[in-house]
């Protein structure tokens, strides 16, 4: 017999899966590539005058953190914190690089364009503020989904 009640998925579960899917393959592309020019992101970072100490740490820590943050995306039980952890990420990492930027005039990011020449600080600092902003959006959409998830359970009891 069929229920008098019929669930369809509302728009904002449809959308807040893509825009996580594009986000979880942003940061398997920042971690993997990172991981596999690692000899240029490490001789980068010996570099920068703003990693003195410990550019090993870095050089493993960077690429680790965008996996585990897309292994965190991948899975809804632990989406809330990876979102949570990638603002955190990329709000620190937008605040380096003008951190950088007003201490020394080379900041520039050589070592995973895909077009073989060097980024400049600002797209860097654009593409950490854009996705800020879709995780960003993804948490609010989350939120409402599961607010429409919640009338609708309690119209169906």
């Known amino acids: 017999m069929l229920s008098k009640t019929t669930y369809r998925k509302p728009a904002t579960s449809v959308i807040t899966q893509l825009l996580t899917g594009l986000l979880v393959l942003y940061c398997y592309y920042m971690g993997l590539h990172k991981f596999l020019s690692f000899e240029s992101y490490i001789n980068w970072l010996q570099h920068r005058p703003q ?55 080379t900041i520039s990011f050589p070592w995973y364009s895909w077009w073989n020449g060097p980024l400049n600080w600002a797209y860097k600092m654009w593409e950490a503020v854009v996705v800020a902003w879709l995780a960003l959006a993804i948490l609010i959409l989350q939120g409402q989904s599961r607010k429409s998830d919640d009338k609708l359970s309690m119209i169906n009891q």
Do not use: D, M
């Not at 953190?65 to 990329?90: C, K, M, W």
């Open 51 to 105: 990693i003195e100490v410990l550019p090993q740490i870095f050089a493993w820590g960077v690429p680790s953190l965008h996996l585990l943050i897309a292994l965190a995306l991948s899975f809804i039980r632990s989406r809330t914190a990876g979102l949570y952890a990638l603002i955190l990420v990329q709000l620190l990492f937008f605040y380096w690089i003008l951190w950088g930027r007003n201490t020394t005039n």
